[in-house]
Structure formats: structure tokens, C-alpha cells
């Protein structure tokens, strides 16, 4: 990376804004994000590995939902449940109660697992669609990798307890969030959000401690195991702002509730976002190799958002880099460089930016000039 010069607001320096964040006694792993920004509102032991029960079948969900999106499965293609899997599952945990010989729909098993977090219907997604549990797993680790997901590892579709198999970080959860809600928004509201569901005339209520209680809150997925503890990977969106939060290891349900209310409360009351460059701004230039121009300018690729803690007002730092200089050709709205945004007291971060312009290849006569004229300088 090529950092290309900085610039400094002129804001006074503040101090960072994590009074209201849960106590670590309270919630020993605690994240949380501004989706829409990508700014790390509040952070604490984010890379730890821990188990995460139930809120394996997030990856269980996305994955279907990236099936959904390119064919691969329909919603109303439907599983027969096997004898085995009725007898193993049906009724085992949190459960649709799953009959020998029913034929069940994707869309119905995706309702179980996404409210009710119905460990045989994610069973019955995984055989059904897959073919068998290990080759299901197989693709959710391979999917894991391709998000980036680098501290995780999925042994069952369900967060079974399966002797420590099954891993993830609340880094890579806020990952496999992002990914769930901006590449499939649609299937986001059809299939999370739901306060009960029922099947076979048996309904049930969803155990999310925020949807249906703090404005603006869909999601996304708890778990608890012994082992595990209480987690939650929730997210709620309110005012043009979408907030993702991640806590594990608390000690009781009741203390999860709270904390879970109380922190997603408290980052949207305690950050005033403010765009300081709208989408399409001009952002300085980038060299490039090989182009009949020497380089290309770059511009924002959505609005440049700062969360700024109220009452406060940190130093902002701007720096542009990318990996250069940049192979031509280059087509404008290609995302080609970043933007790393550093708020004292805060984690940095990067939002994209893209070529304003197009810039072709150089022909022969070109690049001999643009040799010749990069020896002499």
C-alpha cells in the first residue's frame, strides 16, 4: 500500500466515547459497528475465539441465502425427513418438531432456523441441500474463508456442541452481518425480524432480545450453550443508520437482554454521523502505469460517514492508499484505491474510493514516450 498524504480536520482532540459500552464483567466480548459508515463504534477482545452455538446458523442462512440469489435453490423446493434425522433432531433443543416422512419447504426450514433457530431444520436445509452435513459444512468453511472469515470454523449447520469444532470471533461475525444484510437485503427482511413462527400448528416466539422492543431492531441470532455462555449477534437500523453488535460469554439471559438493549441504545444515542464527503467527490489522483494519461482521479464511492462521539470532537485523519501505481486500463467506477479514515480513540478505517474517469491502455508509441520520460525524471 502506497500512503499518499493525509490531512488532519481542524477539530480539537477528544476523548474516546465508551462510557455506556457494557462493562467486561458484563459482556467479556462486546463489538459494535456502524454498517452504513464502517466505523467500529467500540471494541473489546474482537479476535478471541469462542464458541457460538446457535448463532452458527447465521452462516447456516447466509448460505442459503447465496444459493437463493444465484439459483441454486428455490424456496419452495421441499426435504422429505428422513427416519433418522426425525429421530436424531425432531424435538432436540429448539426445533420445528420435524415428523418422519413430511416434506418440508426451503422457505419454511429458513423461517425455522432464522426465528425459532430450529436445530433440525437446519439439519434438514443441510441434508436436503447438500446432499449431507459434511459436505453442508464443508461449503460453509469454504464460504467462511471467501468473506475473509479468518478465526472461524464451522463443524455443524446448527451449533450443536460438537467438543469445540465449531469456532468464531466477534470480528468475523460482524463480517458474516455485513455480508448477510448488504448482499441480500431482501431476503434479510423476508426471513429476520419475525417476533414468532409457526409449523404443523405449533408456534413458536423468537428469543431476540431487541427485535420487536428497541425501534428499528430486525435481528439477527442468539445462542447458548453451557459451554458457550449467552451470545448475540444483533442489528437494528434507525434514522438512514444501520448499527451491528456482537456479545458473548454473558453469564444469563436476563444480563444478555439488557446488555444487548442497553449497548445498541447507546450507539445510536452517543455518535452524531456526519458526512464529510458526499458520494462522487473529488479525492485527489492515482498514478498509473501503462495509461495515455499518468494518472487518474479518483472520487468517493458512497458518502464518507464519521460518527462523532457527542459532546466530544476528535481529530479526524484522512489518508489516502492503494496498491500502485494502478495497471491500466482503467474503467471509471472501478474501485481501485481507499480511503483510511483514523479518529482519535477509535479503530481506522477504510471506505472505497473509485477512478472518476476512464483511462485506457497506452499504445506502443506512448508507453516508449512514458519510458523515456520516467527515465528522465
Known amino acids: 500500500m502506497l500512503a499518499l498524504g493525509s490531512v488532519a480536520l481542524a477539530l480539537p482532540a477528544g476523548l474516546h466515547a465508551d462510557a455506556a459500552a457494557p462493562a467486561e464483567s458484563a459482556a467479556p466480548i462486546a463489538l459494535l459497528i456502524d454498517l452504513d459508515s464502517g466505523q467500529t463504534l467500540h471494541a473489546r477482545d474482537i479476535d ?31 426435504y422429505t425427513v428422513s427416519d433418522r434425522l426425525a429421530q436424531d433432531w425432531s424435538g432436540k433443543g429448539s426445533s420445528l418438531f420435524l415428523k418422519a416422512g413430511e416434506k418440508v419447504s426451503v422457505d419454511t426450514l429458513i423461517h425455522g432456523i432464522t426465528t425459532v433457530s430450529a436445530n433440525d431444520g437446519a439439519i434438514l436445509l443441510a441434508e436436503g441441500t447438500a446432499g449431507s452435513v459434511n459436505k453442508w459444512t464443508a461449503l460453509m468453511n469454504r464460504t467462511a474463508r471467501d468473506l475473509g472469515m479468518r478465526d472461524s470454523h464451522f463443524g455443524t449447520p446448527n451449533g450443536w456442541p460438537d467438543e469445540g469444532a465449531t469456532y468464531t470471533t466477534a470480528h468475523d461475525l460482524a463480517i458474516l452481518a455485513g455480508a448477510l444484510i448488504t448482499r441480500h437485503p431482501e431476503l434479510y427482511r423476508r426471513y429476520f425480524g419475525k417476533r414468532s413462527f409457526g409449523h404443523d400448528g405449533i408456534g413458536q416466539d423468537n428469543h431476540d432480545p431487541i427485535t420487536g422492543i428497541v425501534p428499528g431492531a430486525d435481528g439477527i441470532k442468539t445462542g447458548f450453550t453451557r459451554e458457550a455462555g449467552y451470545n448475540f449477534l444483533g442489528s437494528a437500523q434507525r434514522g438512514g443508520r444501520r448499527l451491528v453488535m456482537v456479545v458473548a460469554g454473558v453469564d444469563s439471559e436476563e444480563i444478555r437482554a439488557k446488555v444487548s438493549r442497553d449497548y445498541i441504545e447507546w450507539g445510536f444515542s452517543a455518535f452524531d454521523p ?8 473529488p479525492l485527489g489522483s492515482a498514478l498509473v502505469q501503462d495509461g495515455r494519461t499518468g494518472s487518474v482521479k479518483l472520487r468517493a464511492a458512497r458518502d464518507i460517514v464519521v460518527d462523532m462521539p457527542k459532546m466530544v470532537k476528535p481529530q479526524v485523519t484522512l489518508r489516502m492508499h492503494y496498491r500502485g501505481p494502478l495497471k491500466a486500463p482503467i474503467r471509471a467506477g472501478e474501485q481501485v484505491a481507499a480511503l483510511q ?8 478505517y477504510d471506505v472505497p474510493l473509485e477512478a472518476a474517469e476512464d483511462v485506457p491502455q497506452a499504445n506502443l508509441l506512448q508507453r516508449i514516450r512514458n519510458a523515456v520520460l520516467g527515465w528522465i525524471a
Not at 59 to 65: E, I, R
Not at 341 to 348: E, K
Open 274 to 281: 456526519k458526512v464529510i464527503f458526499a458520494k462522487g467527490a
Open 48 to 78: 478471541r475465539r469462542f464458541l457460538p452455538a446457535s448463532v452458527t446458523k447465521v452462516m447456516t442462512t447466509y448460505l442459503a441465502f447465496e444459493m437463493l440469489a444465484d439459483g441454486r435453490l428455490q424456496p419452495d423446493t421441499r
Open 341 to 348: 479514515v483514523s479518529i482519535a480513540g477509535f479503530s481506522p
